[in-house]
């Protein structure tokens, strides 16, 4: 091609340069894209000349040139370039090689799609506000920092020169708006000077009362203001009076109940900025998602200020109620020291009719005794000054002891008292005291309420919080159904209680029937005592009744916090050696070998099988299995073993198929655990020999009978 040509003008810009880099073709489009003349174009320009001419119109920087030269030199075939005009225009350019080493320019004007893109990204950039703000709301527990965020970015988003956001304290006439957060820009106080700056902080600072300004009209309707030229409005506020503030825009932040608790002000250079969809949607979703932050807080704040009055009013009760109780001691000792010598007759003689006063002032004074030991140690726990006294304690003797204390009212009543405990409970950690005083009101109550030849049934094993999740509790702490409690139990076939008044029964001061208190005394303390005893144990009580039938009391007292001596063996030592350290074990309960590898696992198995009394030796993996098995000591035999099927080194399969094997082993049962749980897993557990399977998670109530089934046999 000699000559250059001239195209029709197409919609794309196309310029072609030879292998000596001189424009050979072109079209008029090239032309009109940057106001080329035709002629200069005709005189083929080389490349350089070409766009270095671009820049010195202005259509493009230098840095674009040189970007542009760069990609010239290392151009293998084709490129597509993005170049963003500084008169606004994008063109997308394709530059290609020629097969004679020239290149072809396409430039086309995308400035259309870019406007397009340029929107939706504003809104995708919206949503991702909108969203980071309710995300970074969500836990904010303090309202600067909510305040700060949202409007550190409006302010940012809008080219606002200053913003900030108002709370509302107050109400009607009384209503003030204390700036929460403000925010100046840079420009602004460059143009205004410090001084403007000042003036504003110092008037946001004070609070802008009731009334003044324009703001309040917004909190009264509800709805956003826009105010043209801010400076010459008749209610502007003066000290904001400034000549380079352009226009406000002043939005209601609402509460979830629509009520306005705050406001929003944004500078803008034009209110349409602000008034425009979607900014001005974007602005008001803002502004609700910041309202039901700040009223979080304020709700959060107003309840701690509660829970401290309540706290402070809560401790000034325990502190007025133990002055008083032991105020009322004094003078309560003469009066049951008095009673006693008048009854002993140590100053002389009395009638009968004396004597009877007598007794009842000093059964009198004994009630009230009961009463203010009550109330002193109700106060005591509530105000968190009860410590527990923890011991290891021979749970089956402590509840003879009970049983022993109350059998003499039973018998004056003819009430049969009947009992069943476990007598393969061993030592418990609790407070012996607190445990016999909470198992006395049980019993007493039981007394108390079943009429002559009645009777009452006292038990005391190892439940789980399966069973106490059915039962009704005065509180609602949630419970873990594998956790192991001791549990007592005190059954009576007495009056009952109707199902609308359990609730009351554990509070203090709360009988069911004034008419039954004159007849049966009491201080309306001990279930109120009772529970408060038994969650200070980290447990809870329990009840079931049925009027005119009968009444079931329960004490839950966790076992898996109070664990006292029971001790695990650890096989983990050649037997030999832990032989003598067994020796100090009971001779007459059961040994098992647990055979698990997971801690977790380990610690409940063992947890549950020392509280059912067993002698437990754990056995961490397969290798140290197959060691105590060869070692064989008499004194060390298990009576049986819980084997998990998965173990390091030597699998479970393995580990049945030789004791099966073995004559001296063969006839020890062995339960299968495995967490396997696949179908024929049973089958194929069964089959190599073992004498029960179970899977995880393990149902501890079948476990027990699983063993205890086994132990006979
Ligand atoms: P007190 O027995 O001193 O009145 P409690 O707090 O021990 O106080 O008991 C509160 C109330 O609960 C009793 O007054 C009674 O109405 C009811 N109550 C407690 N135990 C029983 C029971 N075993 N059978 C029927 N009602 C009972």
């Known amino acids: 091609m000699k000559d250059s040509q001239q195209f029709n003008p197409t919609e794309n810009a196309i310029a072609l340069f030879d292998e000596s880099q001189h424009l050979t073709v072109f079209n008029q489009r090239l032309a009109m894209l940057w106001g080329l003349s035709t002629n200069w174009l005709k005189q083929k320009p080389d490349l350089r000349s070409f766009f270095a001419e671009v820049v010195s119109l202005g259509y493009w920087s230098q840095a674009q040139y040189l970007q542009l030269m760069a990609i010239m030199e290392s151009i293998q075939s084709e490129k597509l370039q993005y170049i963003k005009q500084t008169n606004g225009v994008c063109l997308d350019t394709y530059i290609s090689l020629t097969s004679d080493r020239g290149y072809i320019f396409t430039f086309r004007d995308v400035t259309a799609y870019e406007t397009v893109r340029s929107n939706l990204s504003t809104q995708v950039k919206q949503q991702a506000f909108v969203l980071g703000l309710m995300e970074r709301l969500q836990p904010a527990s303090e309202l600067q920092e ?242 527990l006294e923890l011991q290891s304690v021979k749970v089956a003797n402590l509840c003879v002891q009970c049983l022993e204390m109350i059998q003499h009212r039973a018998d004056k009543k003819r009430l049969i008292l009947s009992q069943d405990i476990d007598q393969q409970l061993g030592l418990v950690n609790i407070d012996e005291r607190r445990v016999r005083q909470m198992l006395i009101n049980l019993l007493s109550n039981a007394v108390k309420f079943t009429p002559e030849g009645g009777q009452i049934k006292f038990a005391c094993r190892v439940a789980y919080g399966s069973q106490l999740q059915e039962q009704y509790r005065p509180d609602r702490s949630p419970v873990n159904p594998s956790t192991p409690y001791l549990c007592f139990e005190v059954q009576d076939t007495g009056i009952g209680i109707a199902q609308d008044k359990w609730n009351l029964l554990f509070r203090p001061f709360q009988q069911v029937d004034a008419s039954l208190t004159r007849e049966h005394e009491g201080t309306g303390l001990g279930l109120a005592l009772t529970k408060r005893l038994a969650e200070l144990h980290g447990g809870t009580v329990s009840l079931e009744s049925v009027e005119h039938q009968g009444s079931t009391f329960r004490i839950w007292l966790p076992l898996t916090e109070m664990r006292g001596e029971l001790a695990t063996n650890i096989l983990t030592v050649p037997p030999a050696v832990a032989e003598n350290k067994m020796e100090l074990k009971s001779k007459n309960a059961k040994r098992i070998w647990v055979v698990e590898d997971q801690p977790y696992n380990q610690e409940l198995i063992i947890e549950v099988l020392q509280l059912e009394g067993y002698i437990v030796d754990l056995i961490p993996d397969g290798g140290v299995m197959m060691e105590a098995m060869q070692a064989s000591i008499a004194s060390l035999m298990p009576d049986l073993i819980m084997l998990d099927i998965q173990l390091p080194k030597v699998d479970g399969f393995e580990i049945v198929r030789q004791l099966k094997a073995s004559s001296d082993w063969k006839h020890i049962p062995v339960i299968a655990v495995t967490a396997m749980a696949m179908k024929g897993d049973r089958d194929r557990c069964l089959a190599a020999g073992v004498n029960a399977y179970m899977s995880k998670p393990l149902d501890l109530n079948l476990l027990n009978e699983n063993i205890r089934a086994m132990l006979l046999n």
């Open 146 to 387: 909510i305040g700060e965020f949202a409007l550190g970015y409006l302010v940012e988003a809008m080219g606002a020169a200053f913003g900030d956001i108002k709370i509302i304290t107050g109400v009607e006439f009384d209503a003030v708006a204390h700036v929460l957060t403000n925010q100046v820009s840079a420009k602004f106080i460059a143009v205004c000077g410090d001084v403007a700056r000042g003036e504003m902080e110092t008037l946001l600072g004070k609070g802008i009362p009731y009334g003044q300004g324009l703001l309040w009209q917004v909190v009264t309707t509800g709805e956003p203001l826009f105010v043209d030229d801010y400076k010459n409005h008749p209610s502007a506020v003066s000290a904001f009076k400034h000549h380079s503030i352009g226009d406000l825009g002043i939005f209601p932040i609402p509460a979830a109940n629509g009520n306005i608790i705050g406001v929003l002000t944004l500078e803008s250079r034009t209110a349409q900025k602000l008034r425009d969809a979607p900014q001005q949607d974007m602005l008001l979703a803002a502004c609700r998602l910041m309202g039901v932050a700040i009223e979080r807080v304020q709700n959060q704040v107003r309840l701690s200020e509660i829970n401290q009055d309540l706290e402070q009013a809560s401790q000034l009760k325990s502190e007025f109620l133990t002055s008083m109780s032991h105020e009322l001691r004094t003078p309560l000792n003469s009066i049951l020291g008095f009673s006693d010598l008048l009854l002993q007759q140590v100053a002389g003689g009395l009638t009968e009719r004396q004597v009877k006063y007598a007794q009842i002032i000093s059964e009198s004074g004994q009630h009230l005794l009961g009463l203010i030991n009550g109330i002193l140690d109700l106060a005591k726990i509530e105000s968190g000054k009860a410590e």
